[in-house]
């Protein structure tokens, strides 16, 4: 089976070391086993080099792991695919249903 459940996020603040924060912390993805990887939000294929570290309640960092600079800006969208789905639904109240591309 393909991956079904994404949280979007977004970029709030880059850093002049390359790291990204985004909107999207443990009250929004659970990490019990272990961080969420980041997606392309066209094809939906892990994004390479890019990991996703724990920045509290409300904020996750990305950062590269190959050295090379990280392309965000603030206002971006990012999609986070948890690495436990069960725990990650039991925060969110609703959902976004997404099929075909189209929302409902």
């Known amino acids: ?24 912390g443990m009250k929004a993805v659970s990490l019990d086993s272990g961080a969420p990887r980041i997606v392309t939000l066209d094809t939906l294929k892990h994004v390479p080099n890019v990991e996703y570290i724990c920045g509290g309640d409300e904020h996750g960092i990305l ?12 206002g971006d969208m990012v999609l986070l ?8 639904v039991n925060l969110h109240d609703y959902f976004t249903v997404v099929s075909k591309r189209q929302a409902g």
Not at 63 to 74: A, F, I, M, N, Q
Request: charged share 15%; with cysteine.
């Open 63 to 74: 950062k590269k792991t190959d050295g090379s600079p990280l392309r965000y800006s603030v």
């Open 1 to 24: 089976f393909s991956p079904s459940l994404f949280i979007l996020s977004t970029v709030v603040s880059v850093s002049e070391q390359g790291w990204a924060v985004v909107d999207a």
């Open 81 to 88: 695919q948890p690495g436990h789905c069960d725990p990650t």
